[in-house]
């Protein structure tokens, strides 16, 4: 068989299986946001943190939520971070430095993952399991509940109330995250995946039978549970330096095509969700028309340069195999590219940076686009409703009508609070990238010069703002500049952009609902989602086509 014929039937295999938990996970999803009932374990946390979990919260009261819970949550990974070496369960690791604990608590805590240290020479099990796995869990849970709170402002009116931060938290944690976790180790270890706590091994190194009289240590761990919340929560931190080019995280062709199903599992799903909760399946239907019209059309271009055969060595190869795992291949390496660039995931099964000039571009702009197609656990959707939001005005100006989205109309306010969301990542990103390139210390950690070394430093900006954590892995990340910018980075982009997210569903919530008229917009219908794409593109080449420019396209434009 083909390298070009396996890709495209892996591809099809996953579109299959996720067309089929589509329906289910999204009516699950929408039933958990809905109810009235608590559980019992759920009320026990409630008891615990001191919540009451039927009080509705208006945005500012649930914005505070969210900004207090992520606080105490980054001071808490930093503290577990810098004691590591005074607690138990540090295999004998010494505590984290600052810049680096920052970074680290930093990424988690905003659902980034960017790692800038390898976590099997540098973390115990107490940190990676008791920090950076919970968190995982929490950093989803919060995207979700975010998401789930601008539909209520879509879905009610006349009132300001989206809903209780602390019941949404813990009941996407519990009912949502926890069981599909748990079922997906499960799957993750019978493929081979390790799953343990024993400790560091010495291994020795063998050629044909024959001891190289070498030893190698290696770690064990709670690597199953932590790779299935990784990848499910659109987190992205591996457990292990390689990621999931790991063996011992990704061990097989099927292992792959399971992680990329989990990562794109829950962001497609939430379409569904929306469209119940609204009371409206069909627009759903058109936000995930969306969502997988540009997810199948960058995977088809990344497949594409890739697998283009320039120069003997590729054609040798049967494509641009440097940098990938040969369990792998193109195609499978490819799609996960894709699908980790185009969520919030930022896991990786091959070294980026080696990817053609063209490929590297299309990973950057996947994250460029906001990460929207399906992007993150929540952060995906409720993006991809702003761009709605943005896409509606863009056709009321057309026909000079007061546009409208849902029966909500689409105001000054509205627009403004929209306008400052799509605005505030890329002045994150392009703002520290000026300031990275401008300095001499930074400059200092390039491996590389020129279009590619622009490339790195470009990437590096754009995962940590648009809260990816994949690497161009040619920059020296972990110096005191990187590790302080990218953290401040992470938080600027994942928490200013909740604030006119919530803003903005506390505005339409108090509106009364407008009702259809003939001159209203189907937003239902493929003409609104060819709209929808269409502003997407535009908004987002207007923003970063010319630092693209400088880097991966020139470089593309020179092979």
Known sequence: MSPVLAGVLQLLALVAALALAYRPLGDHMARVYSSKKHYAPEKWIYKAVGANPNAEMRWPAYLRSVLAFSAVSVLFLYLLQRLQGHLPGSLGFVSIKPDQAFNTAASFVSNTNWQSYAGEQAMGPLVQTG??????FLSAAVGMAVAVALVRGFARSRTGELGNFWSDLVRGTVRIL????????VVLVACGVIQNFSGIHEVGQ?????????????????????????????????YFNANSAHPFENPTPFSNLFEIFLILLIPFALTRTFGRMIGSVRQGYAI?????????GFTALMM???????????QAAGGAMEGKEARFGIGASAIFSVATTLTSTGAVNSFHSSYTGLGGGIQLLGMQLGEIAPGGVGSGLYGMLIMAIIAVFIAGLMVGRTPEYLGKKIG????KFAACYILITPAVVLGFTAL????????????????????????????????????????NANTQWFNTTTGLAMLLGRFLPMVFVLALAGSLAQQQPVPATAGTLRTEKPLFTFLLVGTIVIVTGLTYFPALALGPLAEGLAS
């Open 304 to 314: 594409w340069t890739e697998f283009s055969h320039h120069g003997p060595a590729l």
């Open 131 to 136: 920090g950076l796995a919970v968190q995982n």
């Open 412 to 415: 000054t306010r509205q627009i």
């Open 206 to 238: 063998f050629v044909n039978g024959h001891s190289l009289g070498v030893k190698q240590q290696w770690n064990g761990g709670a690597v199953a549970s932590q790779e299935a919340i990784k990848e499910l929560g659109t987190n992205g931190g591996g």
């Open 178 to 185: 926890l069981p599909l976790a748990a079922i997906a180790a």
């Open 288 to 296: 995930l028309a969306t969502m997988v019209t540009i997810w199948l």
């Open 436 to 475: 990275a390139m401008a300095l001499p210390t930074p400059g200092h950690s390039m491996s590389n010069g020129g279009a590619h070394g622009f490339s790195e430093v470009l990437y590096a900006y754009t995962s940590a703002g648009n809260n990816n954590g994949s690497a161009f892995a040619g920059l």
